[in-house]
């Protein structure tokens, strides 16, 4: 009898220039291989972080204090799937550049925590097999 392989969705790491990223809620819209050979931005969903030290923050800031600026503050950004632990897949982002930043609602009759979403544009993004 065969087994099925397949990943969970919930298990994953984020970095940045090599540093994880703690708090992630969800990377959504990956798309390593398109037709057109275009790239396209995915988002990233955080929880909100009060430390400015954070890599992401730091970057954030950069981001906000370029505004207008015909160069963004860029980053490499790596996405790791795991499976039980372990490193199975991981996606390598160069060059990639905040476009935007989104908030979820605040809502006093809500217990959720405020989520920061990114729109994340890049220069280039390989993806390997590292199981």
Known sequence: MSQIDSLSANEFEVQLNGEKVDGVFRVSGLTPLRSDSAT????????VQRDPA???NVWLRETLAAKGAAAHPTRTL???????????RRWTVTGA???EIRYSEFNSA?????????IIHYGDMQMTWTS
């Open 40 to 47: 396209h931005p995915f988002q990233l969903s955080k929880m």
């Open 54 to 56: 954070l890599p992401f």
């Open 78 to 88: 790596t996405i790791i799937a795991l499976d039980e632990g372990v490193e199975s």
């Open 97 to 99: 550049w905040i476009s």
């Open 110 to 118: 809500s217990s959720e925590l405020v989520e920061e979403c990114a």
